[in-house]
Protein backbone atom coordinates (compact mmCIF):
# COMPACT_ATOMS: atom_id res chain seq x y z
CA UNK A 1 0.00 0.00 0.00
CA UNK A 2 1.55 3.53 -1.32
CA UNK A 3 0.89 6.22 1.08
CA UNK A 4 1.80 10.18 -0.13
CA UNK A 5 0.77 13.38 2.28
CA UNK A 6 -0.41 15.96 0.59
CA UNK A 7 -1.49 19.87 1.09
CA UNK A 8 -3.94 20.53 -0.41
CA UNK A 9 -5.10 24.48 -0.43
CA UNK A 10 -8.07 25.57 1.34
CA UNK A 11 -8.09 21.57 3.20
CA UNK A 12 -4.53 21.18 4.72
CA UNK A 13 -2.66 18.09 4.96
CA UNK A 14 -4.22 14.84 3.23
CA UNK A 15 -3.13 11.63 2.82
CA UNK A 16 -3.18 9.16 -0.06
CA UNK A 17 -3.57 5.51 -0.05
CA UNK A 18 -3.48 3.66 -2.64
CA UNK A 19 -4.75 0.51 -2.84
CA UNK A 20 -5.00 -2.86 -4.92
CA UNK A 21 -8.85 -3.83 -5.66
CA UNK A 22 -10.42 -0.55 -5.27
CA UNK A 23 -12.81 0.86 -7.93
CA UNK A 24 -13.38 4.14 -6.81
CA UNK A 25 -12.13 6.96 -4.18
CA UNK A 26 -13.18 7.15 -0.98
CA UNK A 27 -13.30 10.38 1.27
CA UNK A 28 -12.86 9.68 4.90
CA UNK A 29 -11.61 11.73 8.02
CA UNK A 30 -10.24 9.86 10.94
CA UNK A 31 -10.71 10.01 14.76
CA UNK A 32 -7.71 12.20 15.03
CA UNK A 33 -8.60 14.83 12.03
CA UNK A 34 -6.43 13.15 9.30
CA UNK A 35 -8.41 13.48 6.13
CA UNK A 36 -7.84 10.66 4.16
CA UNK A 37 -8.53 9.62 0.47
CA UNK A 38 -8.05 6.02 -0.56
CA UNK A 39 -7.98 5.50 -4.21
CA UNK A 40 -7.11 2.66 -6.66
CA UNK A 41 -3.65 1.79 -7.43
CA UNK A 42 -3.97 3.21 -11.10
CA UNK A 43 -5.02 6.60 -10.35
CA UNK A 44 -2.76 9.52 -10.27
CA UNK A 45 -2.32 11.23 -7.16
CA UNK A 46 -3.49 15.06 -8.87
CA UNK A 47 -6.85 13.16 -9.10
CA UNK A 48 -7.60 12.28 -5.76
CA UNK A 49 -6.26 16.31 -5.08
CA UNK A 50 -8.55 17.11 -7.49
CA UNK A 51 -11.58 15.12 -5.77
CA UNK A 52 -10.36 16.65 -2.24
CA UNK A 53 -11.03 20.24 -3.92
CA UNK A 54 -14.22 19.20 -5.12
CA UNK A 55 -15.58 17.72 -1.51
CA UNK A 56 -14.50 20.89 0.34
CA UNK A 57 -18.06 21.83 1.00
CA UNK A 58 -18.18 17.88 2.78
CA UNK A 59 -15.25 18.41 4.47
CA UNK A 60 -16.37 21.74 6.25
CA UNK A 61 -19.58 20.18 7.38
CA UNK A 62 -17.90 17.02 8.73
CA UNK A 63 -14.12 18.42 9.85
CA UNK A 64 -14.21 17.83 13.78
CA UNK A 65 -13.39 20.90 15.84
CA UNK A 66 -10.07 20.83 17.45
CA UNK A 67 -10.64 21.12 21.35
CA UNK A 68 -10.52 24.86 22.12
CA UNK A 69 -9.31 25.61 25.46
CA UNK A 70 -9.32 29.39 26.18
CA UNK A 71 -7.66 31.17 28.66
CA UNK A 72 -7.89 34.65 30.99
CA UNK A 73 -6.38 37.60 29.35
CA UNK A 74 -6.29 36.03 25.81
CA UNK A 75 -6.01 38.32 22.86
CA UNK A 76 -9.23 37.37 20.63
CA UNK A 77 -8.73 38.69 17.01
CA UNK A 78 -7.35 41.88 16.68
CA UNK A 79 -9.49 44.42 19.77
CA UNK A 80 -10.39 41.95 22.04
CA UNK A 81 -9.83 39.99 25.44
CA UNK A 82 -11.15 37.24 27.06
CA UNK A 83 -11.58 37.84 30.66
CA UNK A 84 -12.93 34.55 32.80
CA UNK A 85 -14.75 36.28 36.07
CA UNK A 86 -15.85 34.09 38.93
CA UNK A 87 -19.22 34.64 40.60
CA UNK A 88 -20.24 33.86 43.65
CA UNK A 89 -23.76 35.19 43.16
CA UNK A 90 -24.52 33.03 39.62
CA UNK A 91 -25.04 29.64 39.36
CA UNK A 92 -24.92 29.54 35.11
CA UNK A 93 -22.32 30.53 33.05
CA UNK A 94 -22.98 33.83 30.92
CA UNK A 95 -21.02 35.85 28.04
CA UNK A 96 -21.02 39.09 26.91
CA UNK A 97 -19.31 41.26 23.80
CA UNK A 98 -17.89 45.06 24.56
CA UNK A 99 -15.75 46.97 22.34
CA UNK A 100 -12.65 45.41 23.78
CA UNK A 101 -13.61 42.59 25.79
CA UNK A 102 -14.95 39.11 26.04
CA UNK A 103 -16.30 38.57 29.41
CA UNK A 104 -17.65 35.28 30.61
CA UNK A 105 -19.07 34.90 34.14
CA UNK A 106 -19.30 31.70 35.93
CA UNK A 107 -19.85 30.10 38.96
CA UNK A 108 -17.61 30.22 41.60
CA UNK A 109 -17.69 26.45 41.98
CA UNK A 110 -16.61 25.88 38.44
CA UNK A 111 -13.26 26.35 36.63
CA UNK A 112 -12.83 28.07 33.65
CA UNK A 113 -11.71 25.20 31.84
CA UNK A 114 -14.63 23.30 32.42
CA UNK A 115 -16.21 22.52 29.24
CA UNK A 116 -19.24 23.80 29.66
CA UNK A 117 -17.56 26.93 30.46
CA UNK A 118 -15.26 27.04 27.63
CA UNK A 119 -18.09 26.27 24.86
CA UNK A 120 -19.82 29.66 26.44
CA UNK A 121 -16.47 31.36 26.28
CA UNK A 122 -15.98 29.88 22.65
CA UNK A 123 -19.48 30.94 21.52
CA UNK A 124 -18.71 34.41 22.45
CA UNK A 125 -14.86 34.43 21.10
CA UNK A 126 -16.33 33.40 17.79
CA UNK A 127 -19.16 36.06 18.19
CA UNK A 128 -16.43 39.00 18.92
CA UNK A 129 -14.09 37.79 15.54
CA UNK A 130 -17.28 38.34 13.37
CA UNK A 131 -18.05 41.94 15.21
CA UNK A 132 -14.58 42.56 13.98
CA UNK A 133 -14.30 40.78 10.72
CA UNK A 134 -17.40 42.43 9.31
CA UNK A 135 -15.89 46.04 10.73
CA UNK A 136 -12.93 45.64 9.30
CA UNK A 137 -12.64 42.84 6.23
CA UNK A 138 -14.75 44.75 3.53
CA UNK A 139 -13.52 48.43 4.21
CA UNK A 140 -9.62 46.18 3.54
CA UNK A 141 -10.61 44.42 0.34
CA UNK A 142 -12.13 47.75 -1.20
CA UNK A 143 -9.05 49.44 -0.59
CA UNK A 144 -6.80 46.34 -1.76
CA UNK A 145 -8.90 46.56 -4.98
CA UNK A 146 -9.19 50.09 -5.52
CA UNK A 147 -5.69 50.04 -5.11
CA UNK A 148 -4.43 46.73 -7.51
CA UNK A 149 -7.39 47.62 -10.39
CA UNK A 150 -10.07 44.59 -8.98
CA UNK A 151 -13.70 44.29 -9.32
CA UNK A 152 -15.68 42.28 -7.54
CA UNK A 153 -19.35 42.19 -6.35
CA UNK A 154 -19.92 41.54 -2.41
CA UNK A 155 -17.78 40.61 0.21
CA UNK A 156 -19.56 38.02 3.21
CA UNK A 157 -18.24 37.11 6.48
CA UNK A 158 -18.75 33.40 7.67
CA UNK A 159 -17.83 30.48 10.26
CA UNK A 160 -15.65 28.29 8.35
CA UNK A 161 -13.41 25.33 9.53
CA UNK A 162 -11.66 24.21 5.94
CA UNK A 163 -10.32 27.00 4.46
CA UNK A 164 -9.98 31.29 4.65
CA UNK A 165 -12.18 32.60 1.97
CA UNK A 166 -13.41 31.96 -1.33
CA UNK A 167 -14.82 33.73 -4.82
CA UNK A 168 -17.42 32.56 -7.15
CA UNK A 169 -17.48 32.63 -11.03
CA UNK A 170 -19.97 35.84 -10.54
CA UNK A 171 -17.09 37.71 -8.02
CA UNK A 172 -19.11 36.80 -4.78
CA UNK A 173 -16.17 36.62 -1.77
CA UNK A 174 -16.63 34.77 1.27
CA UNK A 175 -14.02 35.37 3.88
CA UNK A 176 -13.41 33.68 6.99
CA UNK A 177 -13.86 35.25 10.32
CA UNK A 178 -11.26 33.45 12.22
CA UNK A 179 -8.99 35.28 9.77
CA UNK A 180 -9.21 37.89 12.45
CA UNK A 181 -6.73 35.93 14.27
CA UNK A 182 -4.15 35.76 11.72
CA UNK A 183 -0.88 38.15 11.27
CA UNK A 184 -2.23 41.26 9.21
CA UNK A 185 0.50 40.27 6.31
CA UNK A 186 -1.59 37.00 5.82
CA UNK A 187 -4.74 38.44 5.98
CA UNK A 188 -4.18 40.53 2.85
CA UNK A 189 -2.89 37.78 1.02
CA UNK A 190 -5.76 35.69 1.65
CA UNK A 191 -7.39 39.12 0.34
CA UNK A 192 -5.70 39.33 -2.78
CA UNK A 193 -6.06 35.19 -3.24
CA UNK A 194 -9.48 35.69 -3.44
CA UNK A 195 -9.41 39.11 -5.59
CA UNK A 196 -6.98 37.28 -8.20
CA UNK A 197 -9.75 34.65 -8.58
CA UNK A 198 -11.89 36.87 -10.20
CA UNK A 199 -9.76 37.40 -12.95
CA UNK A 200 -8.69 33.32 -12.58
CA UNK A 201 -10.91 30.79 -11.19
CA UNK A 202 -8.51 28.18 -10.98
CA UNK A 203 -4.84 27.73 -9.85
CA UNK A 204 -2.66 27.59 -12.65
CA UNK A 205 0.01 29.63 -13.51
CA UNK A 206 -2.13 32.67 -15.19
CA UNK A 207 -3.80 32.86 -11.61
CA UNK A 208 0.02 33.11 -10.18
CA UNK A 209 1.20 35.13 -12.00
CA UNK A 210 -1.14 37.72 -11.28
CA UNK A 211 -0.86 37.00 -7.66
CA UNK A 212 2.91 37.48 -7.48
CA UNK A 213 2.47 40.62 -9.76
CA UNK A 214 0.21 42.45 -7.25
CA UNK A 215 1.73 40.40 -4.51
CA UNK A 216 5.16 39.54 -4.89
CA UNK A 217 6.37 36.84 -2.03
CA UNK A 218 2.79 35.53 -2.58
CA UNK A 219 4.24 31.98 -3.03
CA UNK A 220 6.30 32.42 0.54
CA UNK A 221 3.43 33.82 2.35
CA UNK A 222 1.72 30.93 1.07
CA UNK A 223 3.88 28.54 2.91
CA UNK A 224 3.11 30.15 6.06
CA UNK A 225 -0.57 30.04 5.60
CA UNK A 226 0.24 26.43 6.03
CA UNK A 227 1.18 26.66 9.25
CA UNK A 228 -2.30 28.13 10.30
CA UNK A 229 -5.69 26.22 10.46
CA UNK A 230 -8.79 28.15 11.37
CA UNK A 231 -9.81 28.20 15.24
CA UNK A 232 -9.91 29.77 18.31
CA UNK A 233 -6.39 28.34 19.27
CA UNK A 234 -4.61 30.48 17.36
CA UNK A 235 -2.87 33.41 18.95
CA UNK A 236 -3.73 36.55 17.28
CA UNK A 237 -0.87 38.63 16.27
CA UNK A 238 -0.22 41.93 14.83
Avoid at 80 to 103: A, P, Q, Y
Avoid at 149 to 176: M, P
Wanted: aromatic content about 8%; hydrophobic content about 45%; charged content about 20%.
Amino acid sequence: MAIKRVQVDGVGEVALYKRRGLRSMKLSIRANGEIRVSLPSYIPYQAAVQFVQAKRGWLEAHRPMTDVILENAQAIGKQHVLRFIGSFHSNVTKNRVTSDEVIVTHPTSVASDNDAVQKVAAAAAVRALRQEAEAILPGRVARIAADAGFVYKSVVIKKLTGRWGSCDQNHNIVLNLYLMQLPWELIDYVIMHELVHTRHLDHGDGFWNTFEEHLPGAKALRRKMRGYQPNLLLPAVE
